[in-house]
């Protein structure tokens, strides 16, 4: 029996559902607030969720039965993973000698100190590694950099700090969709002026508009979304850009809720799958 796309539940529900129709095995996690979240394992070590945009920051008893859907999980994997990384290594130089002519941007986005930074710093340098060309940029970097020229140190970062750039953003934003424009543009330009036949782009982008919005621009290339999620992550309600990261359908949930060498795991996994990936992703 199929089951429709969107169907009331909780994850407890069907991953023990999933179990008992011999689909797999329940695991347990912790979501970035810190709640028991439950999974479940295929054969293969694949894992599936039944996922609720925005569930966890709801209460206990409006999560214990909701709309959702089941989604993939690559973060997630049962990875014997130390040992599974090896071998994808070993594949490495296979991927190094098929330089298919590629490009992709892909949008991070996420809480701050969720870990997006690392993740990007971890994915660039396996994808440079088999020879790709990596970059990154953010739709926040020519607003700080007008802050800097005004005196205002980027560090440390203070809510106060992050609302002055989200207003500064909007504003630009709403002159033509200016600060969307310039960073895609900057990155394609980037992109396009390497002789590397594979390049990936990364931007660090916040509100969900204006994610849609640059989806739109880029023409050429690759569009994958990734939301960098952990369970201590800072939630900042002071600006409208960092309340609204959680309303989007991301291609990519990277469970940043272990420590720097799960992350690593976690961002060369990514990796792997994207240069795995023929056209958009289901």
């Known amino acids: 029996m199929r089951l429709p796309a969107r169907f009331p539940a909780n994850c407890f529900i069907v991953a023990f559902g999933a179990a008992m129709l011999g689909q797999g095995t329940v695991k347990f996690t ?18 599936r969720e039944f996922y609720t945009k925005g569930a966890s920051a709801w209460p206990l008893w409006k999560r214990a039965f909701r709309m959702g859907e089941i989604r993939r999980c690559p973060s997630l994997d049962a990875t014997n993973a130390r040992r599974d990384a090896l071998e994808e290594r070993k594949k490495m130089k296979i991927f190094k000698a098929t330089h298919e002519r590629r490009k992709i941007v892909v949008i991070v986005n996420g809480y701050p100190r969720a870990g997006k930074d690392t993740f990007v710093e971890f994915a660039g ?53 200016f600060i969307s424009r310039r960073t895609v543009a900057e990155m394609e330009h980037a992109m396009f002026q390497s002789a590397r036949a594979a390049q990936i782009g990364f931007i660090f982008a916040r509100e969900p508009d204006a994610i849609n919005f640059m989806k739109t621009l880029v023409k050429d290339c690759e569009f994958i979304t990734v939301f960098v999620d952990r369970h201590d992550a800072e939630t900042v309600t002071s600006n409208a850009a960092d309340m609204g990261v959680e309303d989007f359908s991301y291609d990519f949930v990277i469970n940043n809720h272990s420590d720097l060498a799960e992350l690593k795991l976690a961002s060369e996994r990514f990796v792997h799958e994207v240069i795995a990936m023929k056209g958009p992703r289901q």
Request: proline share 3%; no cysteine.
């Open 30 to 47: 912790r979501d970035r607030r810190g709640n028991l979240h439950s999974y479940w394992l295929d054969r293969r070590g694949i894992a």
């Open 125 to 177: 340098n396996f994808f440079a590694y088999m020879g790709w060309g990596a970059y990154s940029s953010s739709t926040v970097d020519f607003v700080k950099a007008i802050t800097e020229a005004a005196g205002i140190a980027e560090e440390p970062k203070t809510p106060e700090k992050r609302a002055l750039w989200a207003e500064l953003k909007t504003a630009f934003e709403k002159y033509d969709r």
